[in-house]
């Protein structure tokens, strides 16, 4: 749910930020560089986490 709700909002904000960084800067391309690092970013954040370990549960 989560997932989805976050791909839902990159697709509203992407076109957005598109536009604005090109009235900003002229040109698409520094704006695509700046937008490519966040799924750099994340790919790299799912590399670098560690798997869960086993859940352990105390007795009372």
């Not at 536009?19 to 490519?36: F, I, K, M």
């Not at 590399?47 to 086993?54: D, E, I, N, V």
Request: zero cysteines.
């Amino acid at each position: 749910m989560l997932a989805n709700t976050l791909a839902i909002a990159a697709s509203a904000f992407g076109p957005l930020a598109l536009s604005v960084g090109r009235d900003l800067t002229g040109g698409y391309g520094p704006v695509l560089l700046v937008l490519a690092t966040i799924p750099v970013a994340a790919a790299l954040a799912a590399l670098l986490t560690r798997a869960p370990g086993p859940v352990r549960y105390e007795r009372r």
